[in-house]
């Protein structure tokens, strides 16, 4: 259970719907950034062998509750090295919730936010397109 405070920033950017949620998205909820990395990583892995991107991109891109994805949730949550990942990996930055916020609007500590300005700067990986 997490403190109040931090449940009504919740409902606020993400609302209050969990319906929905793959594995990578319960790992953020169960406040498991490096078991959100392992899953990530093999989805990638394996979208690569069967050199099908758009799986590793509709598991990214899955969305839950009130319009998110998994980098709403991992941004709200400050797990930056799993933003990265999915930055890396071309996860949709654009994505507006049902809320109207997009991905960035829920990072709530700066390491994180950096990220994104990092990206939009193009300071990020060259090869990155946002989609």
Partial sequence: RHEPEIMQDA???LGKSVENLNSLQIACMLGDEELGLDILQYVAHESEKMDAKKVLYEFMSRVWGGG???LHLASFLGMADLVKKLLDLG???NKRNDRKYKP???ADDDETRSL???LYEGKFHPHLRVR
């Fill in 91 to 93: 996860a949709n930055t």
């Fill in 104 to 106: 960035v609007d829920c």
């Fill in 116 to 118: 994104f300005m990092n």
């Fill in 68 to 70: 998110n994805t998994a």
């Fill in 11 to 13: 409902d606020e950017l």
